[in-house]
């Protein structure tokens, strides 16, 4: 029985390895460093890795179902157009961009309107009407530039509104690496100035 027990235990620990060395490859060093910053900023674990049907990459807390994938490439899409209107060039693929999908710190806004936002330190939002206490809610928030990657909330419905968040995080990624002057007049808007940005 003892012997059984030590056996059973050594290739449990076998098949776990094995598992872990298989899933390695798949996830870049990039994207670990990337996974790392998400769950600092959320306080969320992002186990589920995916993409959308144009081929963004997805990270979330829960499976995301279709409608939140096609609102995804639906904001994408918005903003590769108005991109392009602008002659921008760069960062126009879907699978140039990661996006992380996190839980939402709050269902409503302040107007009891349907607004899943997640709760961020307050950094130069501190003492301005956003702060809430040391933090503020936020639609989305862009985590790094290279390579392009932002986060928001789940949603279970509104789904344009999830198009409008991706569409308009997107907006001060695409603006970083064509319109440098553009996105430093518009990166921060405790100082003013919202979305859409592009025209
Ligand atoms: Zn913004």
Redesign the pocket.
Known sequence: MKKLDVLLHIISVFVISFVFFQDAPAQSGADRVLINEANRITNDNFTVSTQTPKGAHIYSVNQPNSQMLNAIDKGLADLFAVAQKNKYQKRLNYSDYTIFIAKADRDKDINKNYSPDIAVGAAQYKGSVYDQGGFVYAAGMVLAYNPCAFVFAEHTKDFQRVSNVVR??G??LVLYHNDRKLYNKTAD?SRGG??PILK
Request: proline share 0%.
């Open positions: 308009f995080e907006e001060h808007h919202g979305h």
